[in-house]
């Protein structure tokens, strides 16, 4: 149980830098399997299996433009969080062996 809670914060520190990132290489993906065109410009019709997926595609890819946010703001929690870390690892290291 001790070691969920720094894993937890991992993983929602990765969703919350790639998700946008993730979202557009989805809706890309979904485009392309199915012949669809998707651009920011407008929402293109994407026929799925009956259903019209071009809204949901159009939106996932906008998301995209989170990423203007997202990434930075990610890379400094990031390194602050590996530089904390590797502080109290150290420290930790460090009482062990004196």
Same mark, same amino acid.
């Given at each position: 149980? $001790? $070691? !969920?809670?720094?894993?937890? &914060? %991992?993983?929602?520190? =990765? /969703? !919350?830098? !790639?998700?946008?990132? /993730?979202?557009? /290489?989805? =809706?890309? &993906?979904? &485009?392309? =399997?199915?012949?669809? =065109?998707?651009?920011?410009?407008?929402?293109?019709?994407?026929?799925?299996?009956?259903?019209?997926?071009?809204?949901?595609?159009?939106?996932?890819? %906008?998301?995209?433009?989170?990423?203007?946010?997202?990434?930075? %703001?990610?890379?400094?929690?990031?390194?602050?969080?590996?530089?904390?870390?590797?502080?109290?690892?150290?420290?930790?290291?460090?009482?062990?062996?004196?």
């Amino acid at each position: 149980m $001790r $070691r !969920f809670w720094p894993l937890l &914060a %991992v993983l929602l520190w =990765a /969703l !919350f830098t !790639f998700g946008p990132l /993730l979202s557009v /290489l989805v =809706a890309s &993906a979904v &485009a392309t =399997a199915n012949g669809c =065109a998707l651009d920011e410009g407008s929402i293109h019709p994407c026929v799925i299996a009956g259903w019209d997926a071009g809204g949901l595609l159009y939106t996932l890819g %906008v998301l995209g433009w989170l990423m203007l946010l997202t990434l930075p %703001v990610g890379a400094v929690v990031g390194t602050v969080g590996g530089v904390l870390w590797l502080v109290w690892w150290g420290r930790r290291k460090w009482v062990r062996n004196r």
